[in-house]
């Protein structure tokens, strides 16, 4: 069967852009998650044509594929199941167009993220969202993701910068899903396409917003002994009707280890740190400067350091876009969540979150962005260790639930993929999901596109549970 | 249950917004109507049981800058609650009568999108009664989310195609310490190079209009940076017996600004860098025309209000074959607003029903 499948792939893509040996399936058989899959075959399109004969293929072979990017994705969600087609976007990594006057761009789907900001900052203008994976996930994966970053608390995440998508839909039909026009007759089908984690097609190019960059840019660091102060201070700058660019708090843990690592000059004895940046015209930056270290001051902060040029500032942003390197000194494995929670709940449910950590013998560190309630609890671990696992799932587990509990969502920037997919129930009644079955079925109705990611089975009302040959999970 | 579910307003909310589910699935025909200030945009208004959405402002803590209303609450109402915690939600409709349900979906994004963005980007949960007169909720309440499929962005511009707004949940922000309206001769292109997150740069052929939002000292700075002569308050969006609203590329509004300028009785303003134009004028025969000029620049042009002859977009729906799937995923019997959108029936959606 996969015989006829490689050779009907190599007709229509060159054999030198398919390949099934055993090295690059096993390669390809996970993304940067814990789920471990399949693939029939890998393929490297170069062309927009390209994509749309190997999914066509696919289709007449009956198979299901999967579109995967540079495989950061954190949540399975490039994760082959069902032996599927890979169809890696990496050689389709051409910035198309660049208009300086509309502020947008054409990109490839395999263009990484920052070097779209490369390409456009002579002339003063960058790509908002920022995932701390920037230097190497690809445009494609953040619309796939819905991705966010530090700089998606005030400037939104990725759907906000997304104006067009064309798209390949399972059946090999393309579609150019929204437009350069502020908006388009009827549903908003580039809205939906964003976040669908490739359940809905593959895109082939995109238009996104370009953003100018701020004339004055300031980035602080405040230091605390306690990690409630910190928190407390999160609150307090989003009361004194202050929407930074970006507010990032990290834990005493992984800062130690973080400048142990980059030397940012972060303080080893503080029990948190947050790093704030605020941005725009000179006067409104200097007044929330100063609104900042008052609050910072009134809720114990130890020192509030205001970076005096580019050079400081850059370092303290690499202290934090370190942070994953940097756990790798300590122990060989990690396990990073995506969780959000109302922002007023944060103190509460870092508390029990550190709770589980304990009760789980678990390694546990907190780099997330405080701003938006997004909280990444990162557990540190050595995975030859046994029994470690299971610790680790079940502190997984328990994290999530705390964070429903507390008004929550499942995810906040990663997806759902495979990770997640079975926890949907905790935050969905059976009719949500089945309306989202629905959509997913309009864009898809043969259920090939990167199947059983997002929803669980059953989610279709009436659906016969239907697990696909081959499937790992 | 998480903490909203106890909220006493919550639950009287969600026996509301059940009773108008059940209202929705039990008819045969269902015509989601707000205050009625936007009730001939698009398509002609559907007939059938006229349903309302449940009203009220439920859930608000400024410290989340995040709101949970009824979609049947007027923009209004809850722009008073909001500014006394000198926070707004950016729901800028022509009327703020309208309710939030109807702002939505008639996808009405408002002056100030230059800087804030379009609608779609405020709305962060959505509930809404289904055809089958289920609640489905999509979406979630936190500012950052990508908890399953957008349906929030679905229903946004879908003009109760595809379920009733019951409830939604929006996203706030601080209220600008200061704000200030000025106005130049300059063409639009050159005032959106020179300035800095305006939150609106308005232009009707002759004069550019440009909001400044900020500290007091940033918008004196700005509008002595472009040059401008202050003004109280916004320029005059055009109105008249027949009224529409185009959206061409941000590139063209100049171009179509001028075809629109040799159009006798053709009355409009623009949002440069956004690419809307609002249009409007006497005689249904001038919004013809101008609908031409546009739909000739690779733009469309909906009817707001007058002009019975020119239902939708003056374009065909892109990708219609896609969205009448969507359609009838949702409401396979068409009885939702039918007719506001001009999709083309699916056989299988005959046999559906």
Known sequence: MDRALLADLRAALGSDRVRAEPLELHLYGRDAGVDVGEASAVCFPATAEHVVAAVQVAARHDRPFVARGSGTGLAGGATPVGRPVVIVTTHLNRVLEVDEQQRLAWVEPGVLNLDLSRAVRHLGLHYAPDPSSQQACTIGGNIATNAGGPHCLAYGVTAAHVLAVDVVLADGSVAMLGGVTPDQPGYDLRGCFVGSEGTMGLATRIAVRLTANPPEIRTLLLDFTSIDDAAATVSGVIAAGIVPAALEMMDAEITRAVEDFVGAGYPRDAAAVLLIELDGLEHGVEAQVERVRAVGSSHGARTVRVAADEAERALLWKGRKSAFGAIARIAPDYYLHDAVVPRTRLVDVLRQVYAIASEQRLTMMNVFHAGDGNLHPLIVFDGREPGIWARVHAAGDAILQACVAAGGVLSGEHGIGLEKRDAMPLVFEPADLDAQARLRDAFDPSGRANPDKVLPQGSRCGELARIPEGAWV | ?353
């Open chain 2, 1 to 353: 249950m998480s903490p909203l579910e106890r909220d006493p307003r919550e639950a009287d909310l969600l026996d509301a917004e059940r009773a108008v589910a059940a209202q929705v699935g039990a008819a045969d025909a269902v015509a989601p109507v707000g205050t009625g200030t936007h009730r001939e945009v698009g398509g002609p208004p559907p007939a059938g049981v006229e349903v309302r959405a449940p009203v009220g402002v439920v859930m608000y803590d400024p410290a989340e800058l995040t709101v949970t209303v009824g979609a049947g609450t007027t923009v209004e109402e809850l722009s008073g609650i909001l500014s006394e915690a000198n926070q707004e939600c950016v729901l800028d409709p022509r009327d703020a009568t309208a309710t939030i349900g109807g702002t939505l979906a008639c996808g009405l994004s408002g002056l100030r999108r230059l800087r804030y963005g379009p609608l779609r980007d405020r709305v962060l949960e959505v509930r809404f009664a289904t055809a089958a007169g289920e609640l489905v909720r999509g979406g979630g309440p936190t500012v950052k989310n990508v908890t399953g499929y957008d349906m929030p962005r679905l229903l946004v511009g879908s003009f109760g195609t595809l379920g009733v707004l019951t409830r939604v949940v929006l996203r706030c922000q601080p209220r600008p310490m200061h704000a200030q309206w000025g106005h130049t001769s300059d063409d639009p292109a050159t005032v959106l190079a020179r300035s800095f997150r305006a939150s609106a740069v308005l232009w009707d052929g002759a004069r550019t209009s440009v909001l400044s939002e900020g500290h007091p000292d940033d918008v004196v700075s700005q509008i002595a940076t472009l040059g401008l002569e202050a003004q109280e308050g916004p320029p005059p969006v055009p109105v008249g017996a027949h009224r529409g609203r185009a959206s061409v590329a941000p590139a063209d509004v100049i171009a179509v600004g001028r075809s629109l300028d040799a159009i006798v009785g053709a009355r409009w303003i623009a949002e440069a860098g956004v690419g809307t134009l609002h249009v409007a004028c006497d005689e249904e025969s001038t919004l013809a025309d101008a609908r031409q000029a546009v739909t000739q620049h690779g733009g469309w042009l909906l009817r707001e209000e007058g002009a019975p002859g020119l239902d939708g977009f003056g374009v065909e729906l892109p990708n219609a074959a896609l969205m009448a799937r969507v359609k009838t995923a949702f409401d396979p019997t068409n009885k939702l607003a039918a007719g506001r959108l001009p999709l083309a029936p699916r056989e299988d959606a005959r046999i559906a029903s």
